[in-house]
């Protein structure tokens, strides 16, 4: 099995995602991967990407929640399909929908660590659960619904690739 | 009734998020006001806020749903008192729950509108529904549960002050 992130296994022109694309200078990057059957990220928050001093912004957790979310359904996917992450034809999804608990304020200065669980893998959709934690205690839960790339948007991401944030 | 928008009548000490806090240079400093009985913020995403490119990072509209969601929950709660926003005590709102259905794709290059309905205010606990709509087409839509800010968030929020993002 690869050891490369599932969001860098995209294809080029999908790579621009601003939570996780590796195309995406401005962005996170994001870096998802399996850990046994559940897939794991972490990620250290820049100072300024507070919500009030001290603490974690919350729209920070969303988007990691997210873009984890959306990488784990995709490799949801291809391990389904019984594929190497990554092969063509390309398992790209997006979110349809996200729900998030915000248990406990999520201090600064410390790495995040995402971890999902998938709940349930069909065609064209992809069901998982995701929690956000610092230093072994869950601060927020994620619940996403994950679809796959509608193929309009597949084609006019080729079509806008050279509009794009590089 | 005053102009200034509601992320603007926050305390200073409570004014660094990077959603909308006017501390936060880094951020996106979402500003949010009353459009009669609904709440109103506009936002225009820079390029590099890309999910794929020509439509906008999902992890982008979750964070500007929760900042209009929390700063509607702070207005709603001075309207509740009859109090001009922005007096003392404060009414600050944390997100306790945000539920996003993105119901199509976000088009990138276009202002985002996003409008508030105030759904339920207790003394600790407001509930709000947002959409966000490019052109007049509604592309997302939020729930949120905001709560009102813990007293040990704002007393750390003062402690930390001199540690944030500025």
Chains 1, 2 share one sequence.
Not at 24 to 40: A, I, P, V
Not at 110 to 128: M, P
Request: glycine content about 10%.
């Amino acid at each position: 099995m690869s050891n490369l992130a599932f969001q860098d296994s995209y294809p080029e022109e999908l790579s621009h995602c601003y939570g996780c694309g590796k195309n995406n200078s401005h962005g996170h990057q994001l870096k998802s991967y399996w850990d046994g059957d559940e897939t794991r990220a972490v990620f250290m928050p820049q100072a300024f990407h507070t919500a009030i001093p001290g603490f974690v912004y919350g729209g920070l957790i969303a988007s990691l929640i997210d873009c984890h979310g959306t990488g784990s359904a995709s490799a949801a996917a291809y391990r389904e399909q019984g594929r190497e992450v990554g092969t063509l034809p390309s398992e790209r999804f997006v979110t349809a929908a996200l729900n998030i608990d915000y248990l406990a304020p999520t201090p600064m200065g410390v790495e995040l660590e995402l971890r999902g669980v998938i709940r349930e893998v069909k065609a064209r959709k992809v069901v998982v659960d995701i929690t956000l934690s610092t230093m072994g205690k869950v601060c927020a839960k994620g619940h996403m619904v994950a679809v796959k790339m509608p193929e309009t948007m597949m084609s006019s991401a080729v079509t806008n690739d050279e509009f794009s944030c590089n």
